[in-house]
């Protein structure tokens, strides 16, 4: 099992930029395929970004692409998400994830990610960007 924890959010103008950070405890990191999904106001909680477990491979929603970047730290057990040209549509909860995906293909291991399938969660950092 692993615990996870959320922080780096917090009140940003648009286009303005944010780092999350993602903390995780317990064993075998580096066996997870992490992420992170948001959940805005009255809205179902979505699927963000994803990195494998080595770090070479990522995958992130269409409406993010080429503003944010997921990354990991395996020697820390951290995971990032860096938030560039942020637009108030970004508002929302994030939350980091984690999903044991060992035995899986890469591919098969960012499909797992996306629908969050048996992930475990953190508890969750508000980021707010203003117009």
């Known amino acids: 099992q692993v615990q996870l924890v959320d922080s780096g959010g917090g009140l940003v103008q648009a286009g303005g930029h944010l780092r999350l950070s993602c903390a995780a405890s317990?064993?075998?990191?580096?066996?997870?395929?992490m992420g992170w999904f948001r959940q805005a106001p009255g809205k179902e909680r979505e699927f963000v970004a994803a990195i494998a477990w080595s770090g070479l491979s990522t995958d992130y929603a269409d409406s993010v692409k080429g503003r944010f970047t997921i990354s990991r730290d395996n020697a820390k057990n951290t995971v990032y998400l860096q938030m560039s040209s942020l637009k108030p549509e970004d508002t929302a909860v994030y939350y980091c994830a984690a999903a044991i995906t060992g035995g899986l293909t890469t591919q098969q291991a960012m499909g797992v990610m996306r629908r969050g399938d048996n992930a475990y969660w953190g508890q969750g950092t508000q980021v707010t960007v203003s117009s």
């Open positions: 317990g064993r075998a990191f580096i066996t997870y395929t």
